[in-house]
């Protein structure tokens, strides 16, 4: 499947089709892999995954771009998002994305996260690193 000509990792998809993409009972685990509090998370579904990404890609309003898009991080990369080369996955409450990173068109995408003080920072350098540190289920 590909949302915006970006592929959607088959472990994710594997994970959707089988129940497992949904957040973990465990918030305190989740907590600990994003460094942040969890108010409402939601791991989307796969139309979830299409319509957030497809109106982030659309969004042209300038404030909410510069509150979404961030800033060059180098202390705590990435910092910002590169809007058209990303697929929002989830969120952890109000405000608080996270997505598939395709900036680095050579390798697989990592997962990155929009922090309380605006910026995106890496939680995970794979979806296959996420899961784990999850302890999502993906092997098909």
């Given at each position: 499947?590909?949302?915006?000509?970006?592929?959607?990792?088959?472990?994710?998809?594997?994970?959707?089709?089988?129940?497992?993409?949904?957040?973990?009972?465990?918030?305190?685990?989740?907590?600990?892999?994003?460094?942040?509090?969890?108010?409402?998370?939601?791991?989307?579904?796969?139309?979830?995954?299409?319509?957030?990404?497809?109106?982030?890609?659309?969004?042209?309003?300038?404030?909410?771009?510069?509150?979404?898009?961030?800033?060059?991080?180098?202390?705590?990369?990435?910092?910002?998002?590169?809007?058209h080369r990303s697929i929002i996955i989830g969120d952890l409450g109000p405000d608080l994305p996270f997505a598939l990173?395709?900036?680095?068109?050579?390798?697989?995408?990592?997962?990155?996260?929009?922090?309380?003080?605006?910026?995106?920072?890496?939680?995970?350098?794979?979806?296959?690193?996420?899961?784990?540190?999850?302890?999502?289920?993906?092997?098909?």
């Amino acid at each position: 499947m590909y949302v915006l000509r970006m592929p959607l990792p088959s472990m994710l998809l594997t994970a959707i089709a089988r129940g497992s993409w949904r957040t973990p009972g465990d918030l305190g685990l989740l907590e600990r892999v994003f460094r942040c509090e969890a108010v409402d998370p939601r791991f989307y579904s796969k139309q979830e995954i299409l319509s957030e990404t497809e109106r982030w890609h659309a969004e042209n309003d300038p404030e909410i771009l510069a509150q979404y898009e961030g800033r060059i991080n180098t202390e705590d990369p990435p910092g910002d998002i590169v809007r058209h080369r990303s697929i929002i996955i989830g969120d952890l409450g109000p405000d608080l994305p996270f997505a598939l990173d395709y900036r680095r068109v050579d390798e697989e995408p990592s997962v990155i996260f929009l922090t309380v003080e605006g910026n995106w920072r890496e939680v995970a350098p794979s979806i296959a690193a996420f899961m784990r540190a999850l302890k999502i289920d993906y092997v098909p």
